[in-house]
Every structure is written in structure tokens, then in C-alpha cells.
């Protein structure tokens, strides 16, 4: 790590001045950010969609956090951002009447996930720097700060991702170390404050970036007494690569375990039996066979591992690399609706089309994330990728002709239909 001072400040952002001083090496604060990667309004959306769960179940969704003078809240009780409020304004609103000048902090994690149109703002703003750096393997994450917390929830502390650190309202203080500032054996710390002295800051206002490299120790303040809002991208760069892959290959995420709810367990089976063993009998000798609940889990994982269902799962892992942008998990696909000969089709400049052959009875073909199988070959889906990307929409009866009649016209069909579900092409009227 570099010994110059810790904290750079740079007028203007671009990605060439980050990549080149700053990427790994120390943090840097962006007074200007054209154009703004992220929107109060969609963010607002966003925080919405993904606190959803919580108005319907009557339970915290796991990937949301609620502190109230730092006591974590387990059930929404009216805490959480809603539909009605219309706006972060509206919301603070609601919650100071509410908590009666409490301090409170609202995480939510992976929260791009719930809204399309931001994370399409967001993958094309990073863009640049996977073309500089590398596409993160595992997938960066975005989580949502907001409120008049005195600090972050988890105090200071040191992760593994690179992060990128949007201000969107009000001011928010970020205290960094270049090393751990205590000898305790503890990993975090929220009663930090003879610290500070060996700290450096930056306050962080609207239409700001800061960015840190992950080896620095941290802690987000409230720089004053207005709710602030901010949005963090971490791109995975310390720490447990191999255990975080192998989870990703095995198990496909979801929104709610980004926040380390599930995982590897949800992929087994869970018997109703001991999952001990019977003590060693006579000569200290163990049973032979494992215990059932363990018998049960290699098994599973056997025939996960069975090579012609790992090629594939292989196969379509990088198709989602490759096309998700750097951010999953990815938003849903929308319903698919029935095309017709009439309808017209134009192909999302940003949307990458990738294919790769599925076996001998046709090929995946994915896009923004997502996946399908056609029996069309890598021949007819570029004739047919090279059709929705000319100037002007092509209608659907057009496109069907760049395949030969009869059920391959069907099968383009009901990939297009796909595709549309995908985002990766849209109607004009």
C-alpha cells in the first residue's frame, strides 16, 4: 500500500484518474460526477421494492436493517420506506414525527436488484472500469445508507471490497486508517472514539464520490443532523475468493441472502435425524458409515458434481458473468408476452447477447443475467442479433425470416418473446 497521504481530493471524475492514482492504492474524493450514476427518485424506488417483504409478512426482510439508536429492530412496525411516501423528503417526514428525533440508520443490501432502470444506470456507469480492470467474478454489490445515525451500525471496520461511495443527500462523514487502529482480537469496533486521532475524514455531500480500496479500516458518521443518503458499490477484491465462488456455483442468489441469510445449507437436504455419530467401539474403531444427515449431504452433492450437469451449470454461470454486467444478483425477469408479426423490436445498445452451445440438442442464449435454451444454432441467433441491432425496429415478421420456415420460425419466436422478458430488446410503438 502506498505511504502518500491517505485522503486525495480531484475536482472532476473519470475513470482514467481513478485507475491510474488511485484503484488499490488509497482513497480519493469526486467533488463532481457527470452523469450521476444514481437518482434520488429511482434510489427511492428502489428501497421501496426492496423493503416490500417486510409490509407483507410483518417481518424484517433479510436483506434490510433497521436501527433505532443503535438497537437493531427485528419487524418493520411502520419503520420502513412504503409507496405512499412518494419521496425520501416524505419519508423523514413520517419517521422524525415518529421517532421523536431518535437517531436511526436504514441499510439495504443489494438493493439494485429490485429496479431495473437503476441497475441499467448503474452497469452502464461501471462499465468503463471492468474494461479497465477486470469484470468481478463473484459480482459487485450495492447497498443503500440512509438516516441520522451518530455511525454506521457495524462500527469501524475493514471488508473485502473496493467502494465506491455516491452521496445522494444531506452530508455523511467517512473516517478512515490504513491499518487496524487497535490490538484488541476483534474484527469491529463501535466504541471507537480514542481512534480518532489516527483517523483521516472526508465529508461526503450530493453529487459526490469517494472511493476507498479495501485494505482501509472505516466507519460512516452523520456529519450533521439531517438525514443523509448514499449509495455504496463494494467491488470485491480481499478475502475468501475461492469459498465465495464455489457458493456461487453451487447455489443461485437471491436479493435477501446478499445480506448472509441462507446459503450452502439451502441447497441440502435437512433430515430430521442426529447428525452425530455413535462413539468409537472395541480398538477405539468408528462406525463405518456417517451418520445419516451427512450421508444425506454428500450425496446431494455428488450428484450436483456429476460432470455433464456441471458442464452445464458451468456454461451458464458465465453466460450470467458475461452479460450481468458486474451486478447480481440481477432483477427478475419481467412476464413474457406474446409477440406478434406486427410488433416492433429494437435491441438494447447495453444489452450483451451471448450464446454457447447446450449439447446436441441446441444452445443457451443469455441476456442481462438471464438464460434460455433454443434449439437455434450460434448461425441463426447471430443473423438474428445483427437484425435488432440496425438503426431502425424490425418488425417481428422480419425477423422470423432470418430462420427457415416451420417450427424454427416458432422457436425464434418464443426466443424473442425471452429476450423481451430479458430486456434485451423493447417494442416501439
Known sequence: MSEEPMLAVEAEFSWDTLVERYWDRRPVLFRSVTPAPFEASEVFRAAVAGSRGGHEDGRMPPNVQFTVEHVQRDAPDGLLPAGEDGSFD??????????????????VNGFHAFDP?????????????????????????????????????????K????????????RKRMRFWPRRPWDEAVSTKTDYARHTP??????????????????????????GIAPATSVNVGVPRDEHHAGYELEDLLADLDPARLAGHGGLDTLLATPDTALTAPG????????????????????????????????????????????AGGFEP????????TLLDTDRLRGDRHARIRWAADGPAGTLCAANGHE??????????????????????????????????????????????ALESFRAVHREP
Open 159 to 170: 471488508d473485502r471490497f473496493a467502494t465506491f461511495m455516491f452521496g445522494l443527500r444531506g
Open 198 to 223: 489516527t483517523s483521516v475524514y472526508a465529508d461526503v455531500g450530493p453529487g459526490e464520490l469517494l472511493y476507498w480500496p479495501a485494505d482501509y479500516y472505516h466507519v460512516g458518521e452523520s456529519a
Open 280 to 323: 468409537p467401539g472395541r480398538g477405539g474403531l468408528l462406525a463405518p458409515a456417517l451418520p445419516e444427515a451427512l450421508t444425506t449431504a454428500v450425496h446431494a452433492l455428488h450428484e450436483f458434481a456429476e460432470p455433464v450437469a456441471m458442464g452445464r451449470r458451468v456454461t451458464v454461470l458465465s453466460l450470467r458473468r458475461w452479460t
Open 372 to 417: 434460455t435454451h433454443t434449439p437455434l444454432d450460434h448461425h441463426e441467433l447471430s443473423r438474428l442479433t445483427d437484425a435488432l441491432s440496425g438503426r431502425d425496429p424490425a418488425p417481428v415478421g422480419a425477423l422470423l425470416t432470418t430462420v427457415a420456415p416451420g417450427t424454427r420460425r416458432e422457436a425464434t419466436r418464443t426466443l424473442l418473446e
Open 117 to 157: 432502470a437503476l441497475w441499467s444506470r448503474e452497469r452502464t456507469f461501471f462499465d468503463p472500469l471492468w474494461q479497465a480492470v477486470g469484470l468481478p467474478l463473484t459480482g459487485a454489490i450495492t447497498t443503500l445508507f440512509h438516516g441520522t445515525y451518530e455511525h454506521s451500525p457495524v462500527g469501524v471496520h
Open 330 to 337: 440481477v432483477p427478475p425477469a419481467a412476464p413474457r408476452r
Open 90 to 107: 416524505a419519508y423523514d417526514a413520517r419517521l422524525a414525527a415518529r421517532l421523536d428525533g431518535r437517531r436511526h440508520a436504514l441499510v
